[in-house]
């Protein structure tokens, strides 16, 4: 039997799904995990599991290459999570198997290289002012700024921390602080970069690509779209997967710019996550991208409408398998949402939705110091069968 050897899955829920997809696929599932960390990985019961488990996993994965030579035989290496990015492809380098990218994995991790890589290459994105490091550096990127307002965003953090709309350099300077000061992810006890990136706001409905690559060809491309909290910040509230959610020239654009990011980081063997908005004169802009399976149930949505398992692709692109193994026969596609539930807020109605699935936790008072539809407010979701786009996005935005 082959074996796969997932990296730091940062939910309950992937962790579950990587497992399920491994054993359909007559593949033994392993994982590594970190032993400092803010996971509750000691009530996941990952005893089922063959499990290496090491200090911390940092890009380099230095110490768990190490404890590997004492592992077992391994045939494929996928990261659990945005974090553990940079160490699959660390680990697969090192073991002799597919990597998910040719060339150095921080560009689809650092989001200064990424804008860099992207430009090189034509990939439509908003403008970058540039990244600091200190608040002195912060001010020398702040005179360039010709119009506000402006996004600020940490070079390699995930899940939308920090991300902050800004109109004024008060605003900057004070949004940019915490990202100076958090230099640790509590999760794998990976080191951040403490960069602050300035790029210009690129306004538009917000939508994500799930993008199936293997041997570098495109051999699948799912849409689905992205609700927003309000401004300033980015809260993902909800998504939507399903057909004709782009079309025409726009669906064209987007697969256009796929294949040109996807060159810029020479990504070869991978599930890659691009997250891209589209102005209401019809342009697009790449916002970022990320090597690995989405989170946020976003790759439930894409198995309900489309009847492909992105995790059972990634682990049959890292074996160099049949990606026939990852798509349901007969699926008819339909749309499918998520919505989050937040702590103090009631929940819209979705008429005509059927819940397939709800986990949500006793409601309590939110947290401060935190946006109401941040993270760390979340207290469960839905996932929906719902009778049109339309009726969802009118639902979770009014």
Known sequence: MKSVLIIAPLTFDACERYAQAAAELGV?????????SNIPYDTWQLDRYRTICVERIDNDATALIEALASFGHIDAVVAGGEFSVAAADSVARALGLRCSMDGDPSVLRNKARMRHAFAQHGVPQPRLYG???????????????????????????????????????????????AIFADRVALSTGMSFAGECLLE????????????????????????????????????????????ALLEGALRA????????????????????????????????????????????????????AFG??????????????DLAAARADGHRPSCYGVRFAFAGQPAADVPGAR?????????????????????????????????SAEQFAVALQG
């Open 200 to 243: 210009a706001y690129f306004h538009g409905d917000e939508y994500s690509a799930e993008v199936v690559v293997q041997d570098a060809r495109i051999e699948h491309l799912f849409v689905t779209r992205k609700f927003l909290s309000p401004l300033p910040n980015f809260d993902e509230i909800g998504h939507l997967s399903g057909p």
């Open 253 to 304: 654009q987007v697969e256009d710019a796929a294949r040109r990011l996807l060159d810029a980081a020479r990504v070869r063997n991978s599930i890659v996550h691009i997250e891209f908005k589209v102005s209401p004169d019809g342009t697009m802009a790449v916002i970022e991208a990320g090597c690995r399976v989405a989170g946020d149930r976003i790759s439930t949505l894409v198995n309900l």
């Open 28 to 36: 033994e599932a392993c994982f590594a995990i970190p032993g400092v």
């Open 355 to 387: 819940v397939l699935q709800k986990s949500i936790e006793p409601d309590h008072a939110p947290i401060d110091g935190f946006s109401r539809t941040h993270l760390v407010n979340r207290i469960g979701y839905e996932v929906l069968q719902v009778p």
């Open 308 to 321: 492909v398992n992105l995790e059972k692709a990634m682990i049959t692109v890292k074996l160099g398998s």
């Open 131 to 177: 990244a600091a490091s200190s608040i002195a550096e912060l001010r020398e990127l702040i005179v360039d700024i010709d119009r506000y307002p402006v996004v600020s965003k940490p070079a390699d953090m995930a899940g939308s921390w920090y991300v902050t709309l800004n109109h004024s350099a008060d605003e900057i300077e004070r949004n940019a602080a």
